[in-house]
């Protein structure tokens, strides 16, 4: 079984030899366009079964034998659960929220469109040098040990779920209504859910996936309410990357403008919220993980690398 980093992985015209390859992370290299793990592929007489750790593939390398193996987001989901996070979803004051650390093209597209139509009824986190927009500050919360970079941090000694219990909780996400999600996978049509729509279920917000491929419909797939009664998602299987981003935020202006509008529907809607955690603390990440052990025990090894536990 081969391990490989996605974000970091080029081919140096190695040859594959293993029958397994886990892939973890995004993989896909916007300068070149290209997937490199394609052209390690292309060197195996066999395909291998490929194991990605997000929730959709789409594109090119759905050709070869695949599964969806999300244990990233079951390890998530259990250090969340861990983290005795006390939520309080009664003192909604902002339309919504955004949260950026690495500059992706979508998070630039949110910050300059936000910026344009001078949407200042929110909350954010920006944890930058320098803002590129002049209305839209920086913020300076950082804990211990963490490193301000020119654009984003180097976490310290932090998971995710602490730093939204210690940072993001009560100033960033719980005070607004709607969660600007700007999930890392952008012009790939993967659906990759990380740490970002996890909080955005704990805070009690409504989701927008700001870019990406089809991030509603694997969550609708899970049993998550993506509240389609008031949030146009039709933007998430446009053709072009560019017209996902803009259309998400256009198509949904009403809800980054409008408070009255997104506070009293979280008012009448408490119990789908409700749901929507409930479901997230059961963990159908994991449940997804050990259908697949299960069916393949070769597979627990990956488990194992993400401290995931599976009975037999």
């Known amino acids: 079984m081969l391990r490989i980093n996605g974000p970091s992985y080029r081919w140096q015209g190695e040859s594959l030899t293993d029958d397994i390859v886990y892939i973890d992370d995004h993989h896909y290299n916007e300068y070149t366009g290209q997937f490199p793990v394609h052209s390690l592929i292309q060197t195996s007489v066999k395909a291998p079964l490929l194991v990605f750790d997000h929730l959709a593939h789409d594109d090119i390398l759905a050709q070869y034998p695949h599964i969806h193996m999300p244990v990233y987001l079951a390890s998530e989901t259990q250090k969340f659960n861990s983290q005795n996070i006390d939520p309080d979803w009664q003192h909604k004051s902002h339309c919504f929220n955004f949260m950026i650390n690495k500059p992706r093209p979508n998070r630039l597209r949110l910050l300059h469109w936000v910026d344009q139509q001078k949407l200042t009824n929110r909350t954010h986190s920006l944890p930058w040098k320098h803002s590129p927009c002049h209305s839209i500050s ?175």
């Open 138 to 312: 920086v913020t300076s919360g950082f804990l211990p040990g963490e490193t301000p970079l020119e654009h984003g941090v180097l976490n310290g000694p932090y998971n995710n779920a602490e730093i939204y219990q210690r940072l993001l909780q009560r100033s960033v996400f719980e005070p607004s209504c709607v969660s600007a999600i700007t999930e890392p996978c952008y012009y790939e049509r993967e659906s990759m859910i990380t740490e970002k729509t996890l909080m955005a279920i704990w805070s009690g917000t409504i989701p927008v996936w700001i870019g990406g491929w089809r991030l509603p419909d694997v969550m609708r797939d899970l049993g998550f309410d993506v509240f389609d009664d008031i949030v146009d998602h039709s933007y998430s299987t446009l053709e072009q990357a560019d017209s996902r981003c803009t259309t998400a935020m256009t198509a949904n202006i009403a809800l980054f403008r409008d408070f009255d509008l997104v506070r009293d529907f979280l008012a009448t809607n408490q119990h789908r919220l409700l749901h929507n955690l409930c479901l997230l603390r059961s963990n159908p990440f994991l449940a997804q993980v050990k259908l697949h052990v299960a069916q393949d025990p070769r597979l627990e090894k990956i488990a194992r690398w993400w401290g995931l536990h599976i009975d037999q």
